[in-house]
């Protein structure tokens, strides 16, 4: 990921002495172990003992071949190789808050909309939130029902409704009588 291995020891020379002693380097923590083991062995002190180019070359491809898992960190969400996590875990700047509480210092709340995001996401997310603006809800009109015909109208129509209802009960004022007929039966 960019870290120069034993970048500290070779100012000092430390790095020099540990091999012109026979002694192997040890693996940085950011190197596979797979390819720690291609570059160990072109560094070992006989010449007849090391690998050819042609077989470095043939290794350093047969390990583009392999897939490697990776997984993402739970504290800071980056990706990194499985087998290398438990290294990653140790220096994760964002683990969990020692408070007790399940807050983690990578989340932040965003200050137009309350969401909480990780530190990662929140500046992305607050360039785009737009506070929630309260929309108005639909209120369908109100409707009352006819005292005559119990059907349902707006309360512009009901008055005028029931002004003329087929429902409605007849007064004799509002109804002529006839006095040569017979009242009808019903």
Partial sequence: QGAIPFAGDTISGDTYK??????????????????????????????????????????????????????????CHDQYPADLMEDHYLVCRKMPISSGNDEYESHGTCNRCGRKFPFNELTDHQRECRPQIPRRIYTPPRLMRCTYCTNKFSQGQIHDHEKSCPKKPRSCIETPISMHSSPRRT
């Fill in 18 to 75: 540990k091999t012109s002693n026979d002694r192997r380097l040890e693996r940085p923590k950011q190197c596979q172990e797979n390819l720690w083991a291609v570059i160990s062995d072109s560094l070992l002190n006989e010449p007849e003992s090391r690998y050819e180019f042609s077989a470095i070359k043939k290794r350093l491809s047969d390990l583009q071949d392999i897939v490697v898992a990776y997984r993402s960190c739970i504290y």
